[in-house]
């Protein structure tokens, strides 16, 4: 079965750090580049970050750029997001996204994890 | 950033009945090199993560119901459900792949009257 399951998500308070970890399994994992979006409960969903196959290219939102740092580990079929100087507005569900095709033309994301929930706040 | 602006932002439709969403984007997110429209739609249930229905703006994803359809070019987009039933309830997405960043439409929480 193809999935994506993601862990790391706490409670921290603001300025603190927290690492984020998506497991996949059911697919070829480092043929796919993959996305990080989250979800204020309740609320719509924004896209955060991506990185390519073999990890050398990497794009955020401006929300989190220079806070937040993607990468991943093709052997351990591990996607994570380290994220420092969180802040209360980076509250949120945070999911892993498999793009549909694998490659970074169709940015459609076909396989979502169940998401992993991050609370900043003091 | 292309900004996605959905209409309306809730909507009650008897079981049977049509079901319209709209979608609009900020600028084009049609690519005249492969005649492609990079707009995608996503269902959202309660408690759930978004599933995918529709990309390309009107290619169905597998095993998505054919009462799903979506429609639309450039900057105007339609999700259309022909004949709404009771497990369509949830809100739905458009989501634009064109740029960086990428970006949502606010949902629409779509009921049953």
């Known amino acids: 079965e193809v999935q994506l399951v993601e862990s790391g998500g706490d409670l921290v308070q603001p300025g603190g750090s927290l690492r984020l970890s998506c497991t996949a399994s059911?697919?070829?994992?480092?043929?796919?580049?993959m996305h990080w979006v989250r979800q204020v409960p309740g609320k719509g969903l924004a896209w955060v970050s991506r990185?390519?196959?073999?990890?050398?290219?990497?794009t955020y939102a401006d929300s989190v750029k220079g806070r937040f740092t993607i990468s991943r580990d093709n052997a351990k079929n591990t996607l994570y997001l380290q994220m420092n100087s969180l802040r209360v507005e980076d509250t949120a569900i945070y999911y892993c996204?498999?793009?549909?095709?694998?490659?970074?033309?169709?940015?459609?994301?076909?396989?979502w994890g169940q998401g992993t929930l991050v609370t900043v706040s003091s | 950033d292309i900004v996605m602006t959905q209409s309306p932002d809730s909507l009650a439709v008897s079981l049977g009945e049509r079901a319209t969403i709209n979608c609009k984007s900020s600028?084009?997110?049609?690519?005249?090199?492969?005649?492609?429209?990079?707009l995608t739609w996503y269902q959202q249930k309660p408690g759930q993560p978004p599933k995918l229905l529709i990309y390309?703006?009107?290619t169905r994803e597998s095993g998505v119901p054919d009462r799903f359809s979506g429609s639309g070019s450039g900057t105007d987009f339609t999700l259309t459900i022909s004949s709404l039933q009771a497990e369509d309830v949830a809100v739905y997405y458009c989501?634009?792949?064109?740029?960086?960043?990428?970006?949502f439409g606010q949902g629409t929480k779509l009921e049953i009257k």
């Open positions: 990185i390519n196959t073999d990890g050398s290219s990497t």
């Open positions: 989501q634009q792949y064109y740029s960086t960043p990428y970006t």
């Open positions: 059911g697919f070829t994992f480092s043929t796919y580049w």
């Open positions: 996204g498999r793009p549909l095709g694998g490659g970074g033309s169709i940015v459609a994301f076909d396989i």
């Open positions: 390309w703006a009107s």
């Open positions: 600028q084009s997110v049609f690519y005249n090199s492969n005649n492609k429209n990079y």
